[in-house]
């Protein structure tokens, strides 16, 4: 019981725990020597600048690729289009969504990973309120166990599951995917959340249990919305990774059931001759996590921290 | 699921048949059930997909390719006699050292960094997109920058674009002398005049085989200037007249001069001066001493243009694969920094300035202790993901060039499914990959542990 209350925790585990981490840290006192620090920080900016600008290159290159021709990008770079933005259409996209395949696998992608994030906050929350403020024989043996689970790479079970699946009929199937994505998602998804769920106030709970609320009732009502700051970190998290994974589609979804993912890998023995496809193609799968990292930031990067841990 | 769970509760406190007369026991067991209710199904994943095969793997790699014969341990022998599995591991073994190292060293150096702009929320946003971005897309993107060609791959044309401000880019790579116009030498140069030529007197050095678009923008007319009596001069043009006309071996109106020539007069074998010619191609060699020179044109002058480095060559793949992988995950490591360095106290720091401890003192001394847990967490962090690193280097690494490039998981895929069809060595590599981040897990349990206690 008591490791129920709030402990204090060294920076480095809050920071890679539940606790925000968030990108705007607080401004620091500026400093006495206006002069030096001035000429010193107008070093730094053209540094930083140029770290930037760097970063962004990769990123706007793609994208700017992507709205080329075949034979523009056959003849010369995408930069060229900056100063010629006479190159740039659509033509690309509209290609894309016509034949080859890409809208079919956009839409699996879609399948695989809306359901997987579902069930995996689902049964993690359940299992981290019994884990958390629920009594059975080797909860914390059981539970130490699960954390143990969190490092097991998901190399290892690609040849067993895929025997099962097999041996069950899941094997290439959008079903497949998705339960081998929530099994690899649960060590994580349960640690998270039992850590989160612990550290509400107990008297709450048995308030709750003393108005005869059944756990179930707890659960629902008290525990789950406590806990969202937690959950939507996961969620996020969890999209995210299934939505970007490769390896687990590569072996488990047959050419029905393939993400986008696995439909543009199968497209870079081609590489070179088709960036009219491999471009546009990679952008819209960029997409969707560019606007969840827009749209969610904060949430966004607690759950990249959170689940780095994998 | 809700429902499921409504359903089955109830059921599941009903059949109290036989003896509990102690209605405290009987609710506690109710209570015991319904918490293993709400474990179960994670259970039940974990177990069969998780616990299975590990279980399963770790005694398939005791068994042979096809899986009847039981072979001991040979499976992991062979991993360190085959060949190309001892290049995974070693390229593994690059990529768990540097990247790590170097991903903490780069969040640490821009988070402190950051600390001092105002726009440094706009910066790390920068930086931390790419981590919103899938490995394959990012691999998409890095096979585009890295393209060899540096008309189209964004490296190596700002490779280029560096190296040609440092040493003079050879401006005419195709051009070459007009046959028995008083020219000696061979295609790519380096050219000497036949004739020996006195100062005071001037030469033309005709060329042909410049393409009208690959002449510099600033070529202007061809012109032959007057030389004084200790001087050489000459002029270095494209003996050719765009539309046609002019006349073999002279300087024609149409005809432009070659600018940014490096020119020698040589004279018993010595460079006695050197010149660079002009726009309208002339030069003019000053202050020579009276006797005999050759005007030579050196072989630079027509060296074929530097054409960048072959990143995705068997050499550089691995380098190259890191150098995207830091693209995606430096953001990572200076967020994380970022937020530790935020919960340094303060006054520690100040009462260090007080005592007038220079900036460099406070980072090594205070700074970099107090943030050890942090580097600590970030590197450990980055080793587990390193280790398991595939889809870059399945994505990037060109198909003849991908043995080079392989690193144990991708060896471990190619091994098990992409044609190798030996699943007893893949197993292996894939409980050899579990061993490996053994460690990582005993540090996260215990991190855990300690937090609790």
Redesign the interface.
């Known amino acids: 019981m008591?490791?129920r209350t709030t402990?204090e925790?060294?920076?480095?585990?809050?920071?890679?725990?539940t606790r925000p981490?968030?990108?705007?840290?607080?401004a620091?006192?500026r400093r006495k020597n206006r002069l030096t620090a001035l000429l010193?920080?107008g070093a730094?900016?053209a540094?930083?600048i140029l770290?930037?600008l760097v970063?962004?290159?990769?990123?706007a290159?793609?994208f700017l690729?992507s709205l080329r021709s075949e034979r523009d990008?056959?003849?010369?770079?995408?930069?060229t289009a900056l100063t010629d933005p006479s190159q740039l259409s659509l033509d690309n996209y509209t290609a894309l969504f016509e034949d080859s395949g890409i809208g079919e696998a956009f839409w699996n992608t879609v399948l695989i990973s809306v359901p997987t994030t579902l069930l995996v906050v689902?049964?993690?929350a359940?299992?981290g309120?019994?884990?958390a403020w629920?009594?059975?024989?080797g909860?914390d043996a059981?539970f130490?166990v699960?954390?143990?689970?969190?490092?097991?790479?998901?190399?290892?079970?690609?040849?067993?599951?895929a025997k099962?699946f097999g041996a069950v009929g899941l094997f290439g199937t959008v079903a497949g995917v998705v339960?081998?994505h929530?099994?690899?998602g649960?060590?994580f998804a349960?640690?998270l959340l039992r850590n989160y769920f612990a550290e509400i106030p107990k008297e709450m709970l048995e308030a709750a249990r003393m108005d005869g609320g059944?756990?179930?009732r707890i659960?629902?009502r008290l525990v789950l919305p406590l806990g969202r700051p937690a959950i939507a970190s996961l969620a996020i998290f969890q999209f995210?990774w299934v939505?970007?994974?490769?390896?687990v589609a590569l072996?488990f979804a047959d050419s029905e059931s393939q993400p986008l993912?696995v439909a543009?890998?199968s497209e870079?023995?081609q590489?070179g001759s088709n960036?009219g496809v491999?471009?546009p193609g990679?952008?819209l799968?960029?997409v969707v996590?560019?606007v969840?990292?827009f749209a969610f930031?904060r949430h966004?990067?607690q759950g990249?921290?959170a689940g780095?841990?994998? | 699921m809700a429902d499921t769970l409504n359903a089955r509760a109830p059921r599941a406190r009903a059949p109290q048949t036989g003896a509990a007369p102690d209605p405290r026991r009987r609710a506690q067991r109710n209570k015991r059930r319904l918490a293993f209710l709400f474990v179960l199904p994670a259970l039940l994943l974990l177990g069969a997909l998780v616990v299975y095969p590990v279980v399963f793997s770790v005694g398939r790699s005791l068994f042979d390719a096809s899986g009847e014969q039981f072979v001991g341990a040979a499976n992991y022998t062979e991993i360190f006699q085959d060949p190309a599995t001892l290049k995974a591991i070693r390229n593994s073994t690059i990529w768990v050292v540097v990247a790590p190292v170097l991903l903490t060293g780069l969040g640490l150096l821009l988070a402190v960094l950051t600390e001092k702009v105002r726009w440094a929320t706009a910066f790390k946003l920068v930086l931390f997109l790419p981590m919103a971005v899938s490995f394959l897309a990012a691999g998409i993107i890095f096979r585009l920058a890295y393209e060899q060609d540096p008309d189209r791959g964004v490296i190596n044309a700002a490779v280029v674009a560096v190296h040609d401000s440092f040493g003079d880019p050879a401006a005419y790579p195709t051009a070459r002398a007009r046959e028995d116009q008083g020219l000696d030498g061979a295609a790519g140069g380096p050219y000497t005049t036949t004739e020996a030529l006195r100062p005071g007197g001037s030469v033309t050095l005709g060329f042909v085989g410049v393409a009208p678009d690959a002449m510099p923008s600033e070529a202007r007319p061809a012109a032959v200037h007057k030389t004084g009596a200790d001087e050489i001069g000459g002029v270095a043009y494209l003996d050719f007249a765009p539309g046609g006309g002019g006349t073999l071996g002279k300087v024609d109106a149409a005809e432009k001069g070659l600018p940014g020539m490096t020119v020698e007069a040589v004279r018993d074998g010595k460079v006695a001066a050197s010149a660079t010619t002009a726009a309208d191609g002339s030069f003019r060699f000053e202050g020579l001493a009276d006797g005999e020179y050759t005007v030579r044109l050196p072989a630079s002058n027509f060296a074929a243009p530097y054409q960048g480095v072959n990143w995705l060559g068997p050499a550089l793949v691995t380098p190259a694969i890191i150098g995207a992988y830091l693209w995606v995950w430096t953001g990572f490591a200076m967020v994380l920094i970022g937020a530790g360095l935020a919960a340094i106290p303060r006054d520690a720091l100040e009462a260090a300035r007080m005592d007038g401890a220079t900036e460099g003192q406070i980072f090594r001394k205070i700074t970099v202790p107090l943030l050890a847990p942090v580097l600590t967490v970030v590197f450990v962090t980055l080793v587990i993901n390193v280790m398991k690193v595939f889809d870059l280097v399945y994505i990037i690494a060109p198909g003849p060039v991908q043995e080079e490039a392989n690193v144990l998981a991708t060896r471990m895929w190619l091994v098990s499914f992409g044609g190798g069809n030996d699943q007893g060595l893949g197993s292996a590599l894939s409980v050899l990959l579990l061993l490996l981040v053994v460690p990582a897990m005993i540090f996260n349990v215990r991190r855990f542990r300690r937090s609790r206690s």
């Open positions: 008591s490791g402990v925790r060294r920076p480095a585990e809050r920071a890679v725990a981490v968030p990108l705007a840290s607080p620091r006192p010193g920080s730094v900016q540094v930083l770290v930037a970063w962004i290159t990769p990123l290159g793609l690729s990008n056959a003849s010369d770079g995408w930069w689902g049964i993690a359940l299992a309120y019994a884990f629920l009594d059975f024989p909860r059981i130490l699960v954390v143990g689970l969190l490092v097991v790479p998901v190399q290892i079970g690609l040849l067993p599951v099962l339960l081998f929530v099994a690899y649960l060590p349960v640690f059944s756990e179930w659960f629902s995210l939505w970007n994974d490769m390896l072996l993912t543009l890998q870079m023995r590489f960036i491999l471009a990679a952008f799968s960029l996590p560019l969840v990292f930031q966004f990067v990249v921290m780095s841990v994998k």
